[in-house]
């Protein structure tokens, strides 16, 4: 479930970011190729597009808490590594 949690996390991350700079060149356009302002004519389309956004935001982090927690439950069933402080390592040479 962990892996399953991470890559939707990341789905929707990249669904809110699309979502934000689509709406920033829909508030502002874009005057080097020619794109013009479109929230000046279809206003309402803007309110639910940035409605959208907010929302994919809101579930962004939910699935970051979500994911938090599923790694925690994942990780606090393994201990901690054992670390080796003494003069022989497993790479060194003697």
């Given at each position: 479930m962990f892996?399953?949690d991470q890559?939707?996390t990341?789905?929707?991350l990249?669904?809110g970011?699309?979502?934000?700079?689509?709406m920033?060149?829909?508030?502002?356009g874009?005057e080097?190729?020619?794109w013009?302002?479109?929230?000046?004519?279809?206003g309402?389309?803007?309110n639910?597009?940035?409605?959208?956004?907010?929302i994919?935001m809101a579930?962004l982090v939910?699935?970051?808490?979500?994911?938090?927690?599923s790694?925690?439950?994942l990780?606090s069933?393994?201990?901690?590594?054992?670390v080796n402080?003494?003069?022989?390592t497993?790479?060194?040479?003697?």
């Amino acid at each position: 479930m962990f892996i399953l949690d991470q890559a939707l996390t990341y789905i929707i991350l990249t669904a809110g970011v699309s979502g934000i700079e689509i709406m920033d060149l829909a508030y502002q356009g874009n005057e080097q190729v020619s794109w013009s302002r479109v929230c000046v004519s279809y206003g309402e389309f803007c309110n639910s597009a940035r409605a959208s956004v907010l929302i994919t935001m809101a579930v962004l982090v939910c699935f970051m808490v979500l994911s938090l927690l599923s790694a925690h439950k994942l990780f606090s069933k393994y201990e901690a590594p054992i670390v080796n402080k003494g003069p022989h390592t497993a790479f060194s040479h003697n």
